[in-house]
């Protein structure tokens, strides 16, 4: 009987044994989401039980699915019991996945309770408008505040404005000078017009605007300007201009000078026009009457009308170039108005050397140095019978202070005589000057060829005395 007992107390003690060494499945749960960003997220988990075996895996799977297990993606932890934190990465912004903690022993995988997240999606900046400032007939100053930018780099910022509301990019556009906090400066607007203006900020998402103002550009008004002062004045003709230094807000449509005999002349007197915008301008005053006062002044005109500079007076002049005047012909007039140079209305009868060949005398071609070429000539050449002496020597209309004139006088008078068909020249013939080129040659006008050359001094030319007066 007592060997009966024992040996059902051992089967007992046996039977006891087996039933501890059965392990379960671990308990865990899962961690609620932190750290969220556009691509990664952290979770994990809590294991409470290992289940009676030792946890030899443990970590995170997640899935864009619902119910994610260790065939999915999986981030792994060291084994053991307790808690552990995993990090997700590679996560699509803007995405929806479940995460579930898993943790395996010798009885298997055993999941915590499923989470679900959303990642953190990029979004277009936010943005305010900057107040309008500065604000002329055509020109304005806007700009941005960007708060946020939506977690991408701002590509483009600015403003856009119109004359219609809610601008876009498909209206006017001015870029900022900077991505964050920036000014622009619109111009080309039109005076007196409403505007609707709108700060705008653009990433990969997409372009924001910020909140709209509207303003209006100062009126229009008469244009600001200047008349110049009346110069090259002669018998019958004077240039003068203006300078515009505000167009007033409006196009220049027109601008220019009038003039009349009666003070404050209008575009209704005579005038010539000098084009458009704004700046510097000159114009000739012509068909004048000699001996005259008149009066001019600039003038511009834009959308609002025509608005006239400071006015000028002057008188013309009683001579002009072709005048018969104090024994010949002027062909020249210097800019006081009062002196010139005056040529003899006809040749000499026969023409004559320049003489001297091979004595170098000191000349010019200049206007207004005939005279004195011919004192010098005469100084170093005492032959008889030369242009320059015969020039000297002659007594006609009343005047004896006739000359041979230099090259250049020479040219005026076929500028403002010959090629008018004044003065008697002759068209074949060719005109000594007082000028030398060197000690053998000297300085000729070609009037058929309307040029100088030059020649030897000993052959023979026309000659034309001139005077000064």
């Not at 201009?241 to 007033?248: A, C, L, Q, R, V």
């Amino acid at each position: 009987m007592r060997k009966l007992f024992a040996l059902l107390l051992i089967t007992f003690i046996s039977s006891c044994n087996d039933d501890d060494d059965v392990v379960m499945l671990p308990t865990l749960s899962t961690l609620e989401i932190s750290q969220l960003t556009k691509t990664s997220a952290s979770s994990g988990g809590d294991i409470t039980s290992d289940g009676g075996g030792t946890i030899i895996n443990r970590g995170l799977c997640y899935n864009t699915s619902t119910n994610p297990t260790t065939e999915n993606f999986v981030v792994p932890n060291a084994g053991g019991a307790g808690s552990f934190i995993g990090q997700m990465t590679g996560l699509n912004e803007g995405t929806t996945y479940y995460v579930r903690a898993y943790a395996v022993n010798s009885a298997g995988t055993a999941y915590g309770n499923e989470i679900s997240f959303i990642t953190i999606a990029s979004t277009a900046p936010i943005l305010t408008t900057v107040e309008v400032s500065l604000i002329t007939h055509t020109t304005f100053t806007s700009g941005g505040s960007i708060s946020a930018d939506g977690g991408l780099p701002i590509t483009a910022a600015g403003i856009c404005y119109s004359t219609s509301p809610t601008p876009t990019l498909n209206d006017e556009v001015v870029n900022g000078d900077g991505l964050i906090n920036f000014t622009a400066n619109a111009s080309g607007l039109v005076a007196g017009t409403t505007y609707y203006v709108r700060a705008f900020a653009t990433n990969a998402v997409g372009t924001s605007y910020g909140n709209e103002l509207t303003f209006s550009t100062l009126p229009a008004t008469l244009p600001i300007l200047s008349t110049r002062n009346v110069t090259l004045v002669t018998a019958s003709s004077a240039s003068s201009g203006g300078e515009i230094t505000s167009d007033g807000g409006a196009l220049i449509t027109d601008r220019g000078i009038c003039w009349s005999t009666m003070a404050n002349p209008t575009v209704n007197d005579s005038k010539i026009s000098q084009g458009s915008g704004t700046g510097q301008f000159e114009g000739q005053l012509t068909g004048l009457a000699k001996t005259t006062t008149y009066y001019v002044r600039a003038y511009a005109t834009n959308s609002v009308g025509t608005a006239y500079g400071s006015e000028m007076s002057f008188n013309t002049l009683s001579i002009a170039i072709g005048d018969t005047y104090q024994g010949g012909i002027i062909f020249y007039i210097d800019p006081s108005g009062n002196h010139g140079l005056i040529v003899a209305d006809n040749d000499f009868a026969t023409s004559m050397p320049w003489g001297c060949q091979n004595v170098s005398i000191s000349t010019s071609n200049a206007v207004g140095s005939g005279s004195q070429n011919t004192t010098n000539i005469l100084a170093g050449c005492t032959a008889a019978g030369i242009a320059a002496k015969e020039c000297s020597d002659l007594t006609m209309n009343g005047y004896d202070d006739w000359f041979l004139p230099a090259i250049d006088e020479l040219q005026l008078i076929d500028e403002n005589l010959i090629v008018h068909g004044v003065g008697n020249f002759v068209e074949n013939q060719s005109y000594w000057s007082s000028t030398q080129q060197v000690d053998f040659t000297a300085y000729a006008w070609d009037v058929r060829h309307r040029s100088a050359f030059n020649s030897q001094k000993s052959w023979v030319f026309m000659v034309r005395p001139v005077r000064a007066f």
